[in-house]
C-alpha cells in the first residue's frame, strides 16, 4: 500500500518561513507532488520533485530524499493568503496518485 | 476557472437514492481522476479513466462506479447511498496517461458537494 505522513497542524507568523514536512511509504515511488487547498476550494499544484534535491518556485520551495523517504515545502515570507491545506501526493503501485493525510497552515499576524 | 467542470456544484438527497456526477476535463487533457473528500479528510482516489479506459482504481465502493466517454467527459455513479457518502468530489484532469509520467499536473474541478440526508 501506499501512506504519506504530515503533521495535521503547523502555525506561523506572517513574514516567516515555514517547513511542512512529509514522510511517505510507497511501491514503485516516481516522484513527489504539492498541491495547495483553500477552504472549500479546488486543490491546485504548486511544485514537483522527480530528483533528489531542492526545486524552487519563487516563494515556495519542495525538497525531496529519495533514500529517507522524505520530503518537505518551504514556503517562505508567509502571507495570510497562504493560510490553506498543503497536501503532498506521490505515485506508487498501480498508477495511483495518492496524497498524503494534509497539513492546515494557519497564519497569524 | 481552471478548465475542469463539475456539475452539479451542490446535491441533496436521501439515504438509498442514486446520483450522477459529471465531469468535463481541460481541453486536451485525455486523463481523468475522481476523489473524494470527506470533511475535514484527505484527497481519498477512487477511479482513473485515460481515452475512454479504465486505468487505476482505487477504494472506490462497488455502489460506485464511474465511465468516461468517447467525448472525454467522465461520469461517477453513487448509488443506494449512505450518510457517510457525504462528502466533496472532485473530478480532475491531466495530459498524461499514467499517474508517474513526469510531474504529471493535476487541474482539479471545484468539485461537487454531495449531501446525503
Known amino acids: 500500500g501506499q501512506s504519506l505522513e504530515q503533521p495535521s497542524e503547523v502555525t506561523a507568523v506572517e513574514g516567516a518561513i515555514v517547513q511542512i514536512n512529509c514522510t511517505y511509504q510507497t511501491s514503485g515511488f516516481y516522484g513527489l507532488s504539492w498541491y495547495q487547498q483553500h477552504d472549500g476550494g479546488a486543490p491546485t499544484f504548486l511544485s514537483y520533485?522527480?530528483?533528489?534535491g531542492l526545486e524552487e518556485t519563487g516563494r515556495f520551495s519542495s525538497f525531496l530524499s529519495r533514500s529517507d523517504s522524505y520530503g518537505y515545502l518551504l514556503l517562505q515570507e508567509l502571507q495570510m493568503k497562504d493560510s490553506a491545506s498543503y497536501f503532498c501526493a506521490s505515485t506508487g503501485g498501480g498508477n495511483k496518485l495518492t496524497f498524503g493525510t494534509g497539513t492546515q497552515l494557519k497564519v497569524e499576524l | 476557472d481552471s478548465g475542469v467542470t463539475q456539475t452539479p456544484k451542490h446535491l441533496i438527497t436521501a439515504t438509498g437514492q442514486r446520483v450522477t456526477l459529471r465531469c468535463s476535463p481541460r481541453s486536451g487533457d485525455l486523463s481523468v481522476y475522481w476523489y473524494q473528500q470527506s470533511l475535514d479528510q484527505g484527497l481519498q482516489f477512487l477511479i482513473q479513466y485515460y481515452n475512454g479506459e479504465e486505468r487505476a482504481k482505487g477504494n472506490i465502493l462497488e455502489r460506485f462506479s464511474a465511465q468516461q466517454f468517447p467525448d472525454l467527459h467522465s461520469e461517477l455513479n453513487l448509488s443506494s447511498l449512505e450518510l457517510g457518502d457525504s462528502a466533496l468530489y472532485f473530478c480532475?484532469?491531466?495530459?498524461?496517461?499514467?499517474?508517474?509520467?513526469?510531474?504529471?499536473?493535476?487541474?482539479f474541478g471545484a468539485g461537487s458537494r454531495l449531501t446525503v440526508l
Open positions: 480532475a484532469s491531466s495530459v498524461n496517461r499514467d499517474a508517474y509520467s513526469g510531474a504529471n499536473v493535476l487541474t
Open positions: 520533485n522527480g530528483l533528489d
